[in-house]
């Protein structure tokens, strides 16, 4: 039975999201708004060459924390809506977000899922995102009107509480970075190939070590492997730190 899903575009979203690694737009922002002071002040001291660096790195510099909020309060929830309708779910499924944060891409996949289930592990560190508790995920969950399709949990991605097989679909996004050590990483990989089922579908969006993650599929006899960027709605601070989705399917 295919059951009908109820979708809202990302402009529509109700919830509070926070912003992702807050500490890099506010760096950025505020070494812009110095260099233009300074180059500003170059000017009246008739320090021409000075001024001009300082006016252009400057705005560089605000040009990157605004691309970089672009992504993480809007681009990112366009490119997972897009990430979640191509699993072409029926709607009964049950998927796991790694690091699931205040819910944007776990909130995205349980509108999804009318009869079925969206469980969401993190370790709730701020620093990884503005605002990260259970409390506000659940307030953000109450407010899509999906709270009674999720589940979150506290844990580590490298040492998941969940029986192999338990997933239809596992999920992460902008998560698995986060672990220091390549073999932390791995390790994380792993376990969500363990909790996927048969047929089962990993994505995993990531902005460093996505080569590691694709050999890692490889390696764990995964298929129909793919490793892709999604564009400039996932740049963070410009194309030089772009988003990579790597996705496979787990053999039947």
């Known amino acids: 039975m295919k059951y009908r899903i109820s979708t809202r575009a990302s402009a529509r979203r109700q919830g509070k999201y926070g912003v992702d690694a807050p500490y890099v737009p506010a760096g950025y922002g505020a070494a812009g708004i110095v260099l233009l002071v300074w180059g500003v002040v170059s000017l009246a001291l008739d ?80 620093q990884d995102q503005s605002g990260n508790e259970p409390a506000v995920t659940e307030r953000n969950a109450q407010a899509e009107g999906v709270a009674d399709r999720i589940e979150l949990h506290t844990g580590d991605m490298t040492q998941l509480p969940f029986q192999d097989g338990t997933f239809h679909a596992v999920v992460s996004s902008l998560a698995i970075h986060n672990i220091s050590d390549s073999a932390g990483r791995t390790a994380a990989i792993e376990e969500a190939v363990r909790v996927l089922g048969p047929g089962g579908r990993l994505v995993v969006a990531d902005i460093r070590n996505t080569r590691q993650y694709r050999a890692d599929l490889q390696r764990l006899g995964l298929h129909d492997i793919t490793h892709r960027g999604v564009g400039p709605r996932m740049w963070w601070t410009g194309p030089w730190m772009p988003t990579t989705v790597v996705t496979g399917t787990k053999p039947s």
């Open 47 to 126: 320090k021409a060459v000075a001024a001009r660096s300082a006016l252009l790195l400057g705005c560089l510099a605000l040009i990157a924390a605004g691309l970089y909020m672009y992504a993480t309060r809007r681009g990112k929830f366009v490119v997972w809506e897009k990430l979640l309708d191509d699993l072409a779910l029926r709607g009964d499924e049950s998927i796991l977000d790694l690091g699931c944060g205040r819910g944007a891409v776990l909130l995205a996949a349980a509108r999804r899922l009318p009869e079925g289930r969206a469980h969401g592990v993190d370790l709730w560190r701020s």
